[in-house]
């Protein structure tokens, strides 16, 4: 059998805490999550969740992760990490991991969000779960939208008003 050299370990637990450290870094946002209790299945279909937001999802040890907050100046995010937790990154999506999370946990009591990081800064399940309960990004689009396009509907709703109404004058 062979002898596993105690430098390699700790490199490859270096290089665990850079890839850490790097996903703390540049995620917009990140969900500390406990998974205990979900089943194999239900994991599964999260997992299928997520990738389909374009949230990378990750069951990381503690000890590894917390390393990773100290060398990110995160560490307040050290008191979620207890216990079985798996973490969801998104670099690019605000809103969707907290989203998918949030709505999955309503279905399945056992998933508890613990807390994350938004935008740099350490959050908790509430303020996770007021993230959550915003529209995404095609919600916020589409409300702005129709911001826009009300002033030129009611122009015209008026001129047509106004024609009709000349309309019927004239006849």
């Given at each position: 059998?062979?002898?596993?050299?105690?430098?390699?370990?700790?490199?490859?637990?270096?290089?665990?805490?850079?890839?850490?450290?790097?996903?703390?870094?540049?995620?917009?946002?990140?969900?500390?999550?406990?998974?205990?209790?979900?089943?194999?299945?239900?994991?599964?279909?999260?997992?299928?969740?997520?990738?389909?937001?374009?949230?990378?999802?990750?069951?990381?040890?503690?000890?590894?992760?917390?390393?990773?907050?100290?060398?990110?100046?995160?560490?307040?995010?050290?008191?979620?990490?207890?216990?079985?937790?798996a973490l969801a990154f998104s670099k690019d999506d605000i809103i969707a991991?907290?989203?998918?999370?949030?709505?999955?946990?309503?279905?399945?009591?056992?998933?508890?969000?613990?807390?994350?990081?938004?935008?740099?800064?350490?959050?908790?399940?509430?303020?996770?779960?007021?993230?959550?309960?915003?529209?995404?990004?095609?919600?916020?689009?589409?409300?702005?939208?129709?911001?826009?396009?009300?002033?030129?509907?009611?122009?015209a709703l008026a001129v047509k008003a106004v024609a009709e109404q000349k309309?019927g004058q004239g006849a």
């Amino acid at each position: 059998m062979a002898e596993i050299r105690p430098t390699v370990i700790r490199e490859e637990k270096v290089q665990a805490i850079n890839e850490i450290a790097a996903k703390l870094r540049e995620s917009q946002t990140t969900v500390v999550a406990d998974y205990r209790g979900l089943t194999v299945a239900q994991v599964t279909e999260l997992r299928k969740q997520l990738r389909e937001a374009g949230v990378e999802f990750q069951v990381l040890k503690n000890s590894l992760t917390r390393l990773a907050t100290e060398k990110e100046s995160l560490t307040e995010l050290d008191q979620y990490l207890t216990g079985p937790n798996a973490l969801a990154f998104s670099k690019d999506d605000i809103i969707a991991p907290a989203k998918v999370i949030a709505e999955f946990a309503k279905k399945n009591d056992k998933l508890e969000i613990k807390g994350g990081v938004i935008e740099g800064k350490v959050v908790d399940a509430e303020q996770i779960k007021a993230l959550a309960s915003l529209p995404n990004r095609e919600g916020l689009l589409s409300m702005l939208l129709s911001v826009l396009q009300a002033p030129m509907r009611n122009v015209a709703l008026a001129v047509k008003a106004v024609a009709e109404q000349k309309e019927g004058q004239g006849a």
